[in-house]
């Protein structure tokens, strides 16, 4: 079946502009999960969504980063007033939540800011 | 704090051979344990996982060991395959806690033919 998809692939933007990231999980996966992927460093959490519940949002790491979804389905990253240290690969991920721990990512977003 | 770290930047094995990447975690919560393999512009893929309560798990060529006591994992891949060379992550979940990944710097596995 269909894995998690992403778009766009690549952004560029410039520092001080608004961008907006989806995320398409796979059907009927209940968790969706952002990460960030700075060059040469490890996948960093940045929010959870699981079901109708208040999403965890303990890893954005400021206000000017935001994410919603409805439902089940879709998610948006949305990140204001972009920075050059906002430049990264966004990866989702989503889980089934039924007794295992695997989560599936999708091919990501690069995120240039100039 | 980094929670869950990868020591060694790169490792490079001859084909047939046994790799051995390894993880050492700070946190003593996590429920689980997870490796990923990344190739270059695509998303993590799973391999294999471990709960905090086991300490060997095994799927095919690859097999990872937790001992708890000194707060280690590594994963075994045998025989390494050139189609292994990749990046390759180790994570610690907080399944209980909605299930959220941290993850090591990562390894570069290079599998030399």
């Known amino acids: 079946g269909a894995g998690v998809s992403q778009s766009p692939s690549n952004k560029v933007t410039e520092k001080g502009k608004d961008v907006e990231l989806r995320c398409d999980p796979i059907?009927?996966?209940?968790?969706l999960y952002w990460y960030r992927q700075r060059l040469g460093q490890g996948l960093e959490f940045l929010i959870y969504?699981?079901?109708?519940?208040?999403?965890?949002k303990s890893g954005l790491p400021s206000d000017r980063f935001s994410a919603e979804r409805t439902g089940e389905s879709v998610s948006t990253l949305t990140i204001q007033r972009t920075q050059q240290e906002d430049s990264a690969v966004y990866l989702c991920?989503?889980?089934?939540?039924?007794?295992?721990?695997?989560?599936?990512f999708g091919p990501g977003t690069r995120l240039t800011v100039t | 704090d980094q929670q869950v770290k990868q020591n060694s930047p790169s490792l490079s094995v001859q084909e047939g051979r046994i790799s051995i990447l390894n993880c050492d975690y700070t946190?003593?919560?996590?429920?689980?344990f997870l490796w990923y393999k990344k190739y270059p512009a695509e998303g993590p893929t799973f391999l294999i996982s471990?709960?905090?309560?086991?300490d060997k798990n095994e799927d095919g060529r690859f097999t990872v060991f937790l001992n708890k006591s000194a707060k280690h994992l590594s994963l075994h891949i045998v025989p390494s395959q050139p189609g292994d060379s990749a990046v390759y992550f180790c994570?610690?979940?907080?399944?209980?806690?909605?299930?959220?990944?941290?993850f090591g710097q990562g390894t570069e596995l290079s599998v030399k033919p």
């Open positions: 471990i709960s905090s309560i086991k």
């Open positions: 994570a610690g979940c907080f399944y209980n806690q909605g299930g959220k990944l941290i």
């Open positions: 059907s009927g996966h209940t968790a």
């Open positions: 946190n003593s919560m996590f429920d689980y």
């Open positions: 969504f699981q079901g109708n519940s208040a999403p965890d």
């Open positions: 991920a989503s889980s089934f939540r039924q007794g295992t721990p695997e989560q599936y």
